[in-house]
């Protein structure tokens, strides 16, 4: 079992930046592939960057390409996702996972999310 907990969310203008970190405890938390989905309101959950092990490897949502930045900290068993030239349509929960497989769904393990407004 994995446990995660997201933080950092919040109400910010477009154009800001904001960075969401997610804590994770229980069993070796290196030993998973971390990703960060959202669901907008009235939406279906999107995948939004996932990083790898050893954090060599790191995939995006073209969406989101080019201003997100997933991040792990071996340290410290948290994962951040550097947010810059954030959107309104950046608006939805976001949500850390964590999975033993390189994958864009079907992740084991799931935060209770946090809530990410942009206002335009």
């Known amino acids: 079992q994995v446990q995660l907990v997201e933080s950092g969310g919040g109400l910010v203008q477009a154009g800001d930046s904001l960075r969401l970190s997610c804590a994770a405890s229980?069993?070796?938390?290196?030993?998973?592939?971390m990703a960060w989905f959202r669901r907008a309101p009235g939406k279906d959950r999107e995948f939004v960057a996932m990083i790898s092990r050893s954090g060599e490897n790191v995939d995006y949502a073209d969406s989101v390409k080019g201003r997100f930045t997933i991040s792990r900290d071996k340290a410290k068993n948290t994962v951040y996702l550097q947010m810059n030239s954030l959107k309104p349509e950046d608006t939805a929960v976001y949500y850390c996972?964590?999975?033993?497989?390189?994958?864009?769904?079907?992740?084991?393990?799931w935060g209770q999310g946090t809530q990410v407004t942009v206002s335009s």
């Open positions: 996972t964590a999975d033993p497989h390189w994958r864009r769904d079907g992740f084991t393990f």
């Open positions: 229980g069993r070796s938390f290196m030993g998973y592939h």
